[in-house]
């Protein structure tokens, strides 16, 4: 089983900040890497898939790097509705698909 | 859109069966390419992929919980469902129903039910 570690495990940032949030795998996923945001009470909502490309709807401020082992997701500039859990999802080695236990982005 | 929605016993006592349905609304749940998944979260705590489904019947289990677990679908009733048996207060979670789009290259969950929250007590 594939495990993903995130880092770091919370982020405070200030609204317009610059956030880089870091997921690293066991091996190598290729670039078969997603990015989730979940806020409290809801379910988690699809970001990035195949390490850098938006799902649909997403705004362009959020952006996906790298592959292998190491990833990268970037909010450009942090609006008040960023502030949420960030997941990573490996969808190379499965079953099962892994998920990363998850980086806070708090407000500062 | 296509909608995803959780249904099932808020409650179910320690070493019965959890049993939960999602009803897929706005599209087809026998369109090829999707895999129709559950995942749970613990309390406070991180996402845990269950399986998933595909609407011919092809399952795929999480490793962890494959003596537990099955995942039935019901294409002519829009539904695919989970159940788990022998449950313990280790399952308590807030349940996610989900659809897998791999099969249209968008290798993720990319719509999610609300979740539901199952609760494992006497």
């Known amino acids: 089983e594939i495990v993903l570690t995130q880092s770091p495990a919370t982020l405070s940032l200030s609204p317009g900040e610059r956030a880089t949030l870091s997921c690293r795998a066991s091996?190598?996923?290729?670039?078969?890497l997603a990015w989730y945001q979940q806020k409290p009470g809801q379910a988690p909502r699809l970001l990035i898939y195949d390490a850098s490309n938006r799902a649909t709807g997403i705004p362009a401020r959020f952006s996906g790097s790298g592959s292998g082992t190491d990833f990268t997701l970037t909010i450009s500039s942090l609006e008040p509705e960023d502030f949420a859990v960030y997941y990573c999802q490996q969808r190379t080695n499965w079953p099962p698909f892994t998920f990363g236990p998850g980086t806070k982005v708090e407000i500062k | 859109q296509v909608q995803l929605q959780e249904s099932g016993p808020g409650v179910v006592k320690p070493s019965q069966t959890l049993s939960l349905t999602c009803t897929v609304s706005g599209g087809s749940i026998s369109t090829g390419g999707y895999y129709w998944t559950w995942i749970r979260q613990l309390p406070g705590k991180g996402l845990e992929w269950i399986g998933h489904?595909?609407?011919?019947?092809?399952?795929s289990y999480n490793p962890s919980l494959q003596s537990r677990l099955s995942i039935s679908i019901d294409t002519s009733k829009s539904q695919f469902s989970l159940k788990l048996t022998s449950v313990t207060a280790a399952d308590t979670a807030v349940y996610y129903c989900?659809?897998?789009?791999?099969?249209?290259?968008?290798?993720?969950?990319?719509?999610w039910g609300q979740g539901t929250m199952v609760t494992v007590s006497s």
């Open positions: 989900a659809r897998d789009s791999s099969g249209y290259l968008i290798a993720a969950l990319d719509i």
């Open positions: 489904i595909y609407y011919s019947g092809r399952t």
């Open positions: 091996q190598s996923v290729r670039n078969n």
